[in-house]
């Protein structure tokens, strides 16, 4: 099992019902995840994109098994872990962490930052108190703080300090793999750039592996190796980074990033894509491509057949029915019928 990935993901759906009426029956399903593939190896960082409401955070929280999911298989080291309970979860526990977005509303108020951080240690049992306060005081100085912060509260600290808390947190029990849901979009944008950089050097220092969970294609392409772009639930587009910005396969992909600003003089400018309508409900999203109503190029095909997500190029790959034959577009956009 030594070459398997350190994460691998099957079809994984997760589906949250939907009650209505006196008898709270359920009405419906909503299909925040429907269907995702994905592996991450060792020491990788896999960034998974869409806009709000995709599901990228019900992704990350599901192979976590903070959420029970649906249909599909989680496997760690090539163990399946899907049909694990709470007390089977347990070791894993110790391998798997997560950032969360919001760095106070993630922290407990009533609890100081050395006892935050020192928490999964007492749960999992690890060492002395001697030794857990050595090791809350290390991981303090790693992520940037001073160790005398531990006696303060999180009310006390910056949006950027409790989020370094956050980390050391997620750092506390020596994880393979830590899930970052988006850890840095509520800060300012310089304190964005200091927790990017001190993730990539805890990376490169503890040899972790992330999913990186963003909307922020900019901040993405600087973290990541590997790029998942999600659309309503699935996953449309995935490759290393700089093959998804220098040629998107998918239409919503090359939406997706003719927003992206390009500060660097003499770049070659992209035309602006501008997607009409609203994303579906993921309570009834569309039969085929869950795209096709907002794509250009829909045709046809793209209403009744789901597209399957295949290698286009080498390393690349993408689920659009304009790539059967191989062809990059058509020349002009055409209609749904």
């Known amino acids: 099992m030594s070459n398997a990935p350190l994460l691998q993901v ?12 006196v008898f709270s029956r359920v009405a419906g399903q909503v299909h925040a995840v429907d269907g995702v593939s994905f592996h991450i190896d060792r020491g990788e960082t896999l960034g998974l994109v869409g806009e709000s409401g995709c599901g990228k955070s019900t992704v990350g929280r599901t192979l976590l098994k903070l959420l029970e999911p649906t249909a599909g298989r989680i496997k760690v080291r090539g163990e399946d872990i899907t049909e694990f309970d709470a007390a089977k979860m347990f070791p894993y526990r110790e391998q798997m962490q997560m950032i969360y977005q919001d760095p106070y509303a993630s922290l407990n108020p009533r609890m100081s930052a050395g006892d935050i951080v020192e928490e999964p240690l007492i749960i999992h049992d690890a060492g002395t108190r001697a030794e857990r306060q050595e090791r809350v005081a290390s991981l303090f100085e790693r992520v940037g703080l001073r160790p005398e912060h531990r006696h303060s509260f999180p009310h006390m600290f910056s949006g950027g300090q409790r989020q370094r808390i956050g980390i050391a947190r997620a750092l506390a029990l020596g994880p393979e793999l830590i899930v970052g849901d988006e850890p840095v979009s509520a800060l300012d944008v310089s304190i964005q750039a200091q927790i990017i950089n001190l993730l990539m050097d805890l990376q490169d220092e503890f040899k972790l592996s992330y999913l990186f969970v963003a909307h922020d294609l900019a901040v993405v392409e600087h973290i990541s190796h590997r790029i998942a772009v999600m659309y309503l639930g699935r996953i449309v587009e995935t490759t290393d980074k700089n093959s998804l910005f220098d040629m998107p396969l998918h239409p919503y992909t090359e939406a997706l990033l003719s927003a992206v600003p ?18 579906p409900s993921p309570i009834n999203p569309p039969s085929g491509c869950h795209f096709h109503l907002r794509c250009p190029y ?24 304009l790539h059967n034959g191989g062809v990059r577009f058509p020349l002009a956009p055409i209609a749904v019928q």
Not at 263 to 274: E, L, N, S, T
């Open 10 to 21: 099957e079809a994984l759906k997760k589906h949250f019902p939907v009650y209505k009426g």
């Open 262 to 279: 390009i500060p660097k003089a003499g770049a070659r400018r992209r035309k602006r894509v501008i997607l009409s309508g609203d994303v």
């Open 298 to 321: 829909a045709m046809a095909q793209c209403r009744h057949e789901v597209p399957a997500l295949r290698e286009v190029v080498p390393g690349h790959w993408a689920a659009c029915h």
